[in-house]
Nanobody
Framework: VQLQASGGGLAQAGGSLRLSCVAS????????MYWFRQASANERELIAA????????NYADFVKGRFTISRDNANNRLYLQMNSLKPEDTAVYYC?????????????????WGQGTQVTVSS
């Protein structure tokens, strides 16, 4: 599975960005999908998870109510809508996939990674 993330960039605090991730090599509907982020030397942390059909989602507490994960299985795409951005959201964001859905997925458990996309939020 190849994952290609895009949509990162520079935003002001309070602004919005929408990340996209396109999957190839395998039908997206067969995969649970995730967004992680990594800031500087910190560990890669789970932001959001979505089940294979999209019926179940889960969010890290620090993004609840601000970020929304969604998927378009017909077009093999995953999204992360990020609203009310804060400077502490600055990080490299990664899309990830696995055959098993775990709402509290650890980065060590992820099977497929996309390349990161940088998100920078200025105050």
């Amino acid at each position: 599975v190849q994952l290609q993330a895009s949509g990162g960039g520079l935003a002001q605090a309070g602004g919005s960005l929408r990340l996209s991730c396109v999957a190839s090599g395998r039908t997206l509907s067969n995969l649970a999908m995730y967004w992680f982020r990594q800031a500087s030397a910190n560990e890669r942390e789970l932001i959001a998870a979505i089940s294979l059909a999209g019926s179940s989602t889960n969010y890290a507490d620090f993004v609840k109510g601000r970020f929304t994960i969604s998927r378009d299985n017909a077009n093999n795409r995953l999204y992360l809508q990020m609203n009310s951005l804060k400077p502490e959201d600055t990080a490299v964001y990664y899309c990830a996939a696995d055959h098993v859905y775990n709402r509290n997925k650890l980065s060590s458990q992820v099977r497929y990674w996309g390349q990161g996309t940088q998100v920078t939020v200025s105050s």
